[in-house]
């Protein structure tokens, strides 16, 4: 199993990123997936999550209206789509793949900063 995320980077506030991550090793397809993030000094949060049919999103308050998640499962990748970054964003990133209570799996996680 891997979820190998990519597209971190520092960026100046107001700016964009796109993030994606690559999974394999699993049916992706019945998984559902979220992006976490942890900052220094804090705990790991959701950030957003969707369906395995990607029919329905969820998003942290703190980023409603300028992240948005999305997956194509032909592609077994889940992206995350920033905008309006601020320096508060600043976190790595993480991605996960859950199926029931058994199966929960993470990548190893991409930094994004969001400073000018």
């Known amino acids: 199993v891997q979820l190998v995320e990519s597209g971190g980077g520092l960026v100046q506030p107001g700016e964009s990123l796109r993030l994606s991550c690559a999974a394999s090793?699993?049916?992706?397809?019945?998984?559902?997936m979220s992006w976490y993030r942890q900052a220094p000094g804090k705990e790991r949060e959701l950030v957003a999550v969707i369906t395995s049919g990607g029919g329905t999103t969820g998003y942290a308050d703190s980023v409603k209206g300028r992240f948005t998640i999305s997956r194509d499962n032909a592609k077994n990748t889940v992206y995350l789509q920033m905008n309006s970054l601020k320096p508060e964003d600043t976190a790595v990133y993480y991605c996960?793949?859950?199926?029931?209570?058994?199966?929960?799996?993470w990548g190893q996680g991409t930094q994004v900063t969001v400073s000018s």
């Open positions: 090793g699993f049916t992706f397809s019945r998984y559902v």
């Open positions: 996960n793949a859950q199926f029931g209570v058994h199966y929960d799996y």
